[in-house]
C-alpha cells in the first residue's frame, strides 16, 4: 500500500494527464519512481510514457528556439553548443526505460566524450563503454561508473594498462580469449565475447556490424565450437547490429540471437544489447522497448546492458558558424568559418545534409544557398539551402543535432582551428569549457 505523499501525488497526476506530469516523476527519487510505476496498470504506464514524451519535445522546441536566439547576439565561432537542460531530458528518458525494465544503460564515447557534461550524465546512466585504452581511462576517471571495453582486437602492451580501468573485457574472438582471458579474470574484471547476431536492418553497409565479411563478432560456426573450450571463462555475450534504429528491429534482432545463441545462455550473468537505440528520440517507442527488455530478462533471468551513445545527446549539440564570405558560381555559395570535413565529418562519411536552424529544402525559400566551409577541399560542402531573408556576411547559422559524432571526429585539416566548445547552462549562461591554439595542431603533427 503506497503511504508516501509524494508517491501517491503523482500517481494522481499521472492517472489526470496533468501538463505537470514528466516533472512531478522526474524529481522524484528512485525508490519513490519504482512506487509509482508499482502503482500504475498498463493504461496509466502508457499514458505515462506519452506524458513524459510530449514533456520532452515541448521543452526541446522551447530550447531551440532559446539556442537560436543566443546565436543571434556575439558569440565567437565556429562553436560546438552543447545544451545541458537538452541532456538531461535525454537522461530523463533513459533512466525512465532502466525504471521501467532494471536493464543497465552505458554511455557509448565513441559518439561523444565531452567530459565537463558527465557529472550531469552520470547521475542517470551507469557507465560506459569504451573501445580502447583512452576511452576506457576517459570513463573511469571522468564518468566514474562502470567501464565496458571492447576492441577488435587488444594490443598486448595495452591490456594490462585496460584492465585497470575497466569491469568488463569483451572479446572478439576466441584466440584474444584465449590469450588474455585468465588475466582478466585473474584481475577480477569481468570477460564477455561479442557474437555475430546473424541479422541486422542497417542500410549503409560500412555502419552494419553484420555485413557479409564484417571483422565485428564471432560467428554461430566459430562460436559452437570455441564456447565448448573457453565457455568456463565468459560471463556475458556481447551483440550491436543497431544504428539510429527503432525498437522494432532490436526486436528483429534479438529473435535472430535467441535463436542462435539461446542454448549457451544458461549460467551466464549477463547479455548487452549493444548501441543504436535512437531511445530518445519522438517516434522511438519505448513500450516496445520496455516489452523486449521484460521478456527477455523473465525468459533467461539474465542483467540487460543497452550501450546507446547518440540517444544521449541526441538533438541536443549544435555547431554556430559565421558567414565569412559569398561567392556566385551557378548559385550562391556561402563560405563559413566551419568545415563539414574538419569540424562535422560524418557529413561527408555518412553522407547527410544536416538540418539548419530557420532554413528550407533549395527553393523552398525564397534565398538558396550552398553552404560550404572554408578549407582547400573542393567537397567541402555541407548541402544546399534555402531562407526567409538574403545571407549577409557576419550573420550566423546554426546547424543541429552537431553533439554526436562530431567533437570526437574532428580533425586540424590545412591547420584548421578547432571550434569553441560551450555548455548552455540549464541556469540560463553560457560557459565556454574548451578553447584550441595553434598548440594543438602543431602538438599532432610531430
Given at each position: 500500500?503506497?503511504?508516501?505523499?509524494?508517491?501517491?501525488?503523482?500517481?494522481?497526476?499521472?492517472?489526470?494527464?496533468?501538463?505537470?506530469?514528466?516533472?512531478?516523476?522526474?524529481?522524484?527519487?528512485?525508490?519513490?519512481?519504482?512506487?509509482?510505476?508499482?502503482?500504475?496498470?498498463?493504461?496509466?504506464?502508457?499514458?505515462?510514457?506519452?506524458?513524459?514524451?510530449?514533456?520532452?519535445?515541448?521543452?526541446?522546441?522551447?530550447?531551440?528556439?532559446?539556442?537560436?536566439?543566443?546565436?543571434?547576439?556575439?558569440?565567437?565561432?565556429?562553436?560546438?553548443?552543447?545544451?545541458?537542460?537538452?541532456?538531461?531530458?535525454?537522461?530523463?528518458?533513459?533512466?525512465?526505460?532502466?525504471?521501467?525494465?532494471?536493464?543497465?544503460i552505458l554511455h557509448a564515447l565513441k559518439a561523444f566524450a565531452s567530459f565537463a557534461l558527465f557529472p550531469l550524465m552520470s547521475g542517470y546512466l551507469d557507465g560506459t563503454c569504451a573501445s580502447g585504452l583512452h576511452e576506457a581511462r576517459l570513463g573511469r576517471e571522468e564518468f566514474k561508473k562502470e567501464v565496458h571495453a571492447f576492441a577488435a582486437a587488444y594490443k598486448e602492451?595495452?591490456?594490462?594498462?585496460?584492465?585497470?580501468?575497466?569491469?568488463?573485457?569483451?572479446?572478439?574472438?576466441?584466440?584474444?580469449?584465449?590469450?588474455?582471458?585468465?588475466?582478466?579474470?585473474?584481475?577480477?574484471?569481468?570477460?564477455?565475447?561479442?557474437?555475430?547476431?546473424?541479422?541486422?536492418?542497417?542500410?549503409?553497409?560500412?555502419?552494419?556490424?553484420?555485413?557479409?565479411?564484417?571483422?565485428?563478432?564471432?560467428?554461430?560456426?566459430?562460436?559452437?565450437?570455441?564456447?565448448?573450450?573457453?565457455?568456463?571463462?565468459?560471463?556475458?555475450?556481447?551483440?550491436?547490429?543497431?544504428?539510429?534504429?527503432?525498437?522494432?528491429?532490436?526486436?528483429?534482432?534479438?529473435?535472430?540471437?535467441?535463436?542462435?545463441?539461446?542454448?549457451?545462455?544458461?549460467?551466464?550473468?549477463?547479455?548487452?544489447?549493444?548501441?543504436?537505440h535512437h531511445i530518445t528520440r519522438d517516434d522511438y517507442d519505448v513500450e516496445r522497448l520496455v516489452k523486449v527488455i521484460n521478456n527477455f530478462k523473465n525468459k533467461y533471468g539474465l542483467q540487460v546492458y543497452l550501450e546507446?551513445?547518440?540517444?544521449?545527446?541526441?538533438?541536443?549539440?549544435?555547431?554556430?558558424?559565421?558567414?565569412?564570405?559569398?561567392?556566385?558560381?551557378?548559385?550562391?555559395?556561402?563560405?563559413?568559418?566551419?568545415?563539414?570535413?574538419?569540424?562535422?565529418?560524418?557529413?561527408?562519411?555518412?553522407?547527410?545534409?544536416?538540418?539548419?536552424?530557420?532554413?528550407?529544402?533549395?527553393?523552398?525559400?525564397?534565398?538558396?544557398?550552398?553552404?560550404?566551409?572554408?578549407?582547400?577541399?573542393?567537397?567541402?560542402?555541407?548541402?544546399?539551402?534555402?531562407?526567409?531573408?538574403?545571407?549577409?556576411?557576419?550573420?550566423?547559422?546554426?546547424?543541429?543535432?552537431?553533439?554526436?559524432?562530431?567533437?570526437?571526429?574532428?580533425?586540424?585539416?590545412?591547420?584548421?582551428?578547432?571550434?569553441?566548445?560551450?555548455?548552455?547552462?540549464?541556469?540560463?549562461?553560457?560557459?565556454?569549457?574548451?578553447?584550441?591554439?595553434?598548440?594543438?595542431?602543431?602538438?599532432?603533427?610531430?
Amino acid at each position: 500500500m503506497v503511504t508516501d505523499g509524494k508517491v501517491k501525488n503523482t500517481i494522481r497526476v499521472i492517472s489526470k494527464g496533468g501538463s505537470n506530469t514528466a516533472t512531478a516523476y522526474q524529481s522524484l527519487t528512485d525508490e519513490q519512481r519504482k512506487d509509482v510505476l508499482d502503482g500504475l496498470d498498463s493504461k496509466a504506464l502508457l499514458s505515462l510514457t506519452r506524458l513524459l514524451q510530449a514533456s520532452k519535445h515541448k521543452i526541446f522546441h522551447s530550447e531551440f528556439c532559446r539556442v537560436e536566439a543566443m546565436s543571434a547576439h556575439h558569440i565567437r565561432t565556429p562553436v560546438y553548443l552543447l545544451n545541458e537542460r537538452l541532456i538531461r531530458e535525454n537522461m530523463g528518458m533513459m533512466r525512465y526505460v532502466k525504471d521501467r525494465t532494471g536493464c543497465k544503460i552505458l554511455h557509448a564515447l565513441k559518439a561523444f566524450a565531452s567530459f565537463a557534461l558527465f557529472p550531469l550524465m552520470s547521475g542517470y546512466l551507469d557507465g560506459t563503454c569504451a573501445s580502447g585504452l583512452h576511452e576506457a581511462r576517459l570513463g573511469r576517471e571522468e564518468f566514474k561508473k562502470e567501464v565496458h571495453a571492447f576492441a577488435a582486437a587488444y594490443k598486448e602492451d595495452e591490456v594490462g594498462h585496460i584492465l585497470g580501468y575497466s569491469d568488463v573485457i569483451i572479446f572478439n574472438s576466441f584466440h584474444q580469449l584465449e590469450e588474455y582471458g585468465q588475466m582478466v579474470r585473474d584481475a577480477r574484471v569481468q570477460v564477455g565475447l561479442r557474437v555475430n547476431p546473424g541479422h541486422s536492418e542497417v542500410a549503409t553497409k560500412a555502419y552494419d556490424p553484420c555485413a557479409p565479411c564484417s571483422r565485428l563478432g564471432i560467428t554461430v560456426s566459430a562460436f559452437s565450437k570455441g564456447f565448448k573450450r573457453y565457455g568456463a571463462l565468459v560471463d556475458g555475450l556481447h551483440f550491436h547490429a543497431l544504428c539510429e534504429q527503432n525498437a522494432d528491429v532490436l526486436e528483429r534482432v534479438l529473435g535472430s540471437f535467441e535463436g542462435l545463441y539461446g542454448p549457451y545462455l544458461e549460467g551466464l550473468k549477463w547479455v548487452n544489447f549493444g548501441g543504436g537505440h535512437h531511445i530518445t528520440r519522438d517516434d522511438y517507442d519505448v513500450e516496445r522497448l520496455v516489452k523486449v527488455i521484460n521478456n527477455f530478462k523473465n525468459k533467461y533471468g539474465l542483467q540487460v546492458y543497452l550501450e546507446p551513445g547518440e540517444a544521449s545527446v541526441y538533438n541536443a549539440g549544435f555547431l554556430i558558424a559565421s558567414v565569412l564570405d559569398i561567392v556566385e558560381n551557378e548559385t550562391l555559395i556561402a563560405i563559413l568559418d566551419a568545415s563539414a570535413e574538419a569540424h562535422m565529418p560524418d557529413v561527408l562519411l555518412m553522407p547527410y545534409r544536416p538540418y539548419v536552424m530557420g532554413s528550407g529544402q533549395p527553393d523552398e525559400k525564397k534565398y538558396s544557398y550552398r553552404l560550404a566551409g572554408p578549407s582547400c577541399l573542393a567537397g567541402d560542402v555541407m548541402g544546399d539551402y534555402s531562407f526567409d531573408r538574403p545571407l549577409q556576411r557576419g550573420d550566423k547559422v546554426v546547424f543541429t543535432d552537431m553533439g554526436l559524432y562530431s567533437i570526437v571526429k574532428n580533425t586540424t585539416f590545412n591547420g584548421m582551428g578547432l571550434p569553441d566548445i560551450a555548455v548552455m547552462k540549464e541556469t540560463g549562461g553560457l560557459e565556454t569549457v574548451k578553447t584550441f591554439s595553434y598548440e594543438d595542431y602543431k602538438a599532432r603533427q610531430s
